[in-house]
Protein backbone atom coordinates (compact mmCIF):
# COMPACT_ATOMS: atom_id res chain seq x y z
CA UNK A 1 0.00 0.00 0.00
CA UNK A 2 0.85 3.67 -0.28
CA UNK A 3 3.39 4.52 2.01
CA UNK A 4 5.01 8.17 2.72
CA UNK A 5 8.58 8.71 4.78
CA UNK A 6 8.59 11.64 6.94
CA UNK A 7 11.96 12.84 8.50
CA UNK A 8 13.15 13.83 10.37
CA UNK A 9 11.41 12.15 13.71
CA UNK A 10 12.44 14.90 15.87
CA UNK A 11 13.61 18.73 15.83
CA UNK A 12 14.69 20.67 18.48
CA UNK A 13 15.54 24.56 18.07
CA UNK A 14 16.01 27.71 19.74
CA UNK A 15 13.15 30.19 19.30
CA UNK A 16 13.95 32.02 16.11
CA UNK A 17 15.70 29.40 14.44
CA UNK A 18 14.04 27.98 11.24
CA UNK A 19 12.31 24.12 10.47
CA UNK A 20 12.12 21.97 8.07
CA UNK A 21 10.21 18.66 7.89
CA UNK A 22 9.90 16.27 4.34
CA UNK A 23 8.03 13.90 3.06
CA UNK A 24 9.14 11.56 0.37
CA UNK A 25 7.30 8.57 -1.42
CA UNK A 26 7.97 6.57 -4.40
CA UNK A 27 5.14 6.98 -6.27
CA UNK A 28 3.65 10.45 -7.37
CA UNK A 29 0.93 11.70 -5.49
CA UNK A 30 -1.99 13.15 -6.30
CA UNK A 31 -2.26 15.53 -3.48
CA UNK A 32 -0.66 15.69 -0.26
CA UNK A 33 -2.08 17.73 3.10
CA UNK A 34 0.04 18.34 6.11
CA UNK A 35 -1.82 18.60 9.64
CA UNK A 36 -0.36 20.03 13.29
CA UNK A 37 -0.91 17.95 16.43
CA UNK A 38 -0.48 20.22 19.72
CA UNK A 39 0.89 18.51 23.04
CA UNK A 40 -2.08 16.35 23.85
CA UNK A 41 -4.15 17.48 21.25
CA UNK A 42 -5.52 16.38 18.19
CA UNK A 43 -4.46 16.64 14.72
CA UNK A 44 -5.56 19.31 12.68
CA UNK A 45 -5.83 20.54 9.33
CA UNK A 46 -3.23 22.68 8.01
CA UNK A 47 -3.06 23.06 4.54
CA UNK A 48 -3.51 20.69 1.16
CA UNK A 49 -1.08 20.66 -2.18
CA UNK A 50 -2.16 19.88 -5.55
CA UNK A 51 -0.11 21.19 -8.41
CA UNK A 52 3.38 20.18 -8.96
CA UNK A 53 5.73 22.53 -7.96
CA UNK A 54 3.05 24.48 -5.61
CA UNK A 55 4.12 26.67 -2.97
CA UNK A 56 1.53 28.01 -0.51
CA UNK A 57 2.62 29.98 2.49
CA UNK A 58 0.67 30.76 6.04
CA UNK A 59 2.54 33.16 7.67
CA UNK A 60 5.47 31.96 8.77
CA UNK A 61 4.42 28.64 7.03
CA UNK A 62 5.49 27.45 4.14
CA UNK A 63 4.60 25.07 2.25
CA UNK A 64 6.06 23.06 -1.10
CA UNK A 65 5.07 20.37 -3.08
CA UNK A 66 7.64 18.92 -5.46
CA UNK A 67 7.99 19.34 -9.58
CA UNK A 68 7.71 15.46 -9.37
CA UNK A 69 5.04 15.23 -7.07
CA UNK A 70 6.64 12.65 -4.74
CA UNK A 71 7.72 14.86 -2.09
CA UNK A 72 6.66 18.07 0.13
CA UNK A 73 7.83 19.83 2.38
CA UNK A 74 6.97 22.71 5.82
CA UNK A 75 8.97 25.57 6.64
CA UNK A 76 8.70 27.55 9.39
CA UNK A 77 10.61 30.67 9.40
CA UNK A 78 11.63 32.10 12.67
CA UNK A 79 10.26 29.44 14.72
CA UNK A 80 8.16 30.45 18.34
CA UNK A 81 7.14 28.51 20.96
CA UNK A 82 3.75 28.67 20.31
CA UNK A 83 5.02 26.39 16.89
CA UNK A 84 5.51 23.35 19.12
CA UNK A 85 3.81 20.03 18.48
CA UNK A 86 4.07 17.12 16.19
CA UNK A 87 3.49 18.16 12.16
CA UNK A 88 2.00 15.43 9.94
CA UNK A 89 2.14 14.89 5.71
CA UNK A 90 -1.10 13.11 4.40
CA UNK A 91 -1.35 11.21 1.55
CA UNK A 92 -4.14 9.04 -0.29
CA UNK A 93 -3.77 5.24 0.21
CA UNK A 94 -6.03 4.34 -2.14
CA UNK A 95 -9.65 5.83 -2.99
CA UNK A 96 -10.31 6.24 0.47
CA UNK A 97 -7.86 6.62 3.23
CA UNK A 98 -5.15 8.76 4.29
CA UNK A 99 -1.87 7.36 5.13
CA UNK A 100 -0.19 9.72 7.60
CA UNK A 101 3.80 9.94 8.15
CA UNK A 102 4.95 8.87 11.47
CA UNK A 103 5.57 12.88 11.99
CA UNK A 104 8.21 15.11 13.26
CA UNK A 105 7.84 16.34 16.88
CA UNK A 106 8.82 19.72 17.18
CA UNK A 107 10.46 21.30 20.28
CA UNK A 108 11.21 25.23 20.57
CA UNK A 109 13.83 26.27 23.46
CA UNK A 110 12.95 30.03 24.05
CA UNK B 1 -14.94 22.78 17.61
CA UNK B 2 -18.27 20.56 18.46
CA UNK B 3 -18.72 18.53 15.27
CA UNK B 4 -16.89 16.10 15.99
CA UNK B 5 -17.14 14.41 19.71
CA UNK B 6 -15.53 11.38 21.32
CA UNK B 7 -16.67 9.51 24.40
CA UNK B 8 -15.55 9.26 27.13
CA UNK B 9 -12.34 11.17 27.13
CA UNK B 10 -10.30 8.73 29.69
CA UNK B 11 -10.90 5.10 30.31
CA UNK B 12 -9.18 2.65 32.80
CA UNK B 13 -10.38 -0.92 32.41
CA UNK B 14 -8.59 -4.44 33.11
CA UNK B 15 -7.85 -6.98 30.57
CA UNK B 16 -10.25 -9.12 29.10
CA UNK B 17 -12.94 -6.43 29.26
CA UNK B 18 -15.22 -4.95 26.68
CA UNK B 19 -14.92 -1.33 26.00
CA UNK B 20 -16.76 0.93 23.41
CA UNK B 21 -15.01 4.09 22.33
CA UNK B 22 -17.89 6.50 20.72
CA UNK B 23 -17.53 8.96 18.17
CA UNK B 24 -20.32 11.57 17.03
CA UNK B 25 -20.10 13.67 14.32
CA UNK B 26 -23.16 16.70 13.22
CA UNK B 27 -21.66 17.21 9.60
CA UNK B 28 -23.33 13.89 8.34
CA UNK B 29 -19.71 13.34 6.46
CA UNK B 30 -19.66 10.02 4.58
CA UNK B 31 -16.64 9.25 5.99
CA UNK B 32 -15.27 8.41 9.35
CA UNK B 33 -12.52 6.52 10.88
CA UNK B 34 -10.23 5.46 14.05
CA UNK B 35 -6.90 5.43 14.84
CA UNK B 36 -4.67 4.86 17.38
CA UNK B 37 -1.37 6.94 18.12
CA UNK B 38 1.25 5.31 20.04
CA UNK B 39 4.76 6.72 20.55
CA UNK B 40 6.88 5.50 17.43
CA UNK B 41 4.06 4.84 15.05
CA UNK B 42 2.30 8.50 14.38
CA UNK B 43 -1.21 7.39 13.39
CA UNK B 44 -2.47 4.22 12.29
CA UNK B 45 -6.11 3.36 10.83
CA UNK B 46 -7.99 0.48 12.62
CA UNK B 47 -10.81 0.93 10.12
CA UNK B 48 -12.83 3.12 8.27
CA UNK B 49 -16.47 3.53 7.00
CA UNK B 50 -17.45 5.21 3.47
CA UNK B 51 -20.99 5.31 4.35
CA UNK B 52 -23.39 3.65 6.88
CA UNK B 53 -23.94 -0.21 6.95
CA UNK B 54 -19.79 0.02 4.98
CA UNK B 55 -16.81 -0.33 6.89
CA UNK B 56 -13.21 -1.98 5.88
CA UNK B 57 -10.73 -2.87 7.85
CA UNK B 58 -7.16 -0.24 8.19
CA UNK B 59 -3.83 -0.82 9.16
CA UNK B 60 -4.28 -2.74 12.31
CA UNK B 61 -7.66 -4.01 12.63
CA UNK B 62 -7.04 -7.29 14.83
CA UNK B 63 -8.67 -6.98 18.07
CA UNK B 64 -11.17 -4.37 17.16
CA UNK B 65 -14.97 -3.74 15.81
CA UNK B 66 -16.76 -1.34 14.53
CA UNK B 67 -20.47 -0.70 13.33
CA UNK B 68 -21.93 2.07 11.60
CA UNK B 69 -25.91 2.02 11.52
CA UNK B 70 -26.28 5.70 11.97
CA UNK B 71 -24.48 8.28 9.64
CA UNK B 72 -23.57 10.33 12.42
CA UNK B 73 -22.21 7.52 14.66
CA UNK B 74 -19.08 5.28 14.25
CA UNK B 75 -18.28 3.63 17.94
CA UNK B 76 -15.16 1.14 18.31
CA UNK B 77 -15.27 -1.88 20.27
CA UNK B 78 -12.28 -3.86 22.12
CA UNK B 79 -13.88 -7.22 22.80
CA UNK B 80 -11.60 -8.45 24.89
CA UNK B 81 -9.08 -5.85 26.22
CA UNK B 82 -5.20 -6.54 26.13
CA UNK B 83 -2.22 -4.34 27.61
CA UNK B 84 -1.19 -4.15 24.24
CA UNK B 85 -4.12 -1.59 23.54
CA UNK B 86 -3.15 0.95 25.91
CA UNK B 87 -3.44 4.23 23.43
CA UNK B 88 -4.97 7.17 22.18
CA UNK B 89 -7.38 6.40 19.91
CA UNK B 90 -9.28 9.35 17.41
CA UNK B 91 -12.13 9.56 15.68
CA UNK B 92 -12.25 11.55 12.35
CA UNK B 93 -14.44 12.20 9.74
CA UNK B 94 -14.38 13.52 6.11
CA UNK B 95 -16.81 14.65 3.52
CA UNK B 96 -15.23 13.30 0.61
CA UNK B 97 -12.43 11.87 -0.84
CA UNK B 98 -10.31 14.71 -1.06
CA UNK B 99 -11.72 16.98 1.72
CA UNK B 100 -10.25 17.59 4.93
CA UNK B 101 -10.09 15.28 7.50
CA UNK B 102 -11.63 16.40 10.68
CA UNK B 103 -10.38 14.63 13.75
CA UNK B 104 -12.17 14.26 17.24
CA UNK B 105 -10.33 15.30 20.90
CA UNK B 106 -9.21 12.03 21.58
CA UNK B 107 -10.04 9.28 23.90
CA UNK B 108 -7.28 8.13 26.16
CA UNK B 109 -7.36 3.95 26.82
CA UNK B 110 -5.26 2.14 29.88
CA UNK B 111 -5.93 -1.63 29.92
CA UNK B 112 -4.36 -2.67 33.19
Known amino acids: GQQVMQIPQYQHVQEGEDFTTYCNSS?????IQWYKQRPGGHPVFLIQ?????EVKKQKRLTFQFGEAKKNSSLHITATQTTDVGTYFC??????????FGKGTKLTVNP | DAGITQSPRYKITETGRQVTLMCHQT?????MFWYRQDLGHGLRLIYY???????DKGEVPDGYVVSRSKTENFPLTLESATRSQTSVYFC???????????FGPGTRLTVL
Open chain 2, 92 to 102: ASRGRVADTQY
Open chain 1, 27 to 31: TTLSN
Open chain 1, 49 to 53: LVKSG
Open chain 1, 90 to 99: AVQGGSEKLV
Open chain 2, 27 to 31: WSHSY
Open chain 2, 49 to 55: SAAADIT
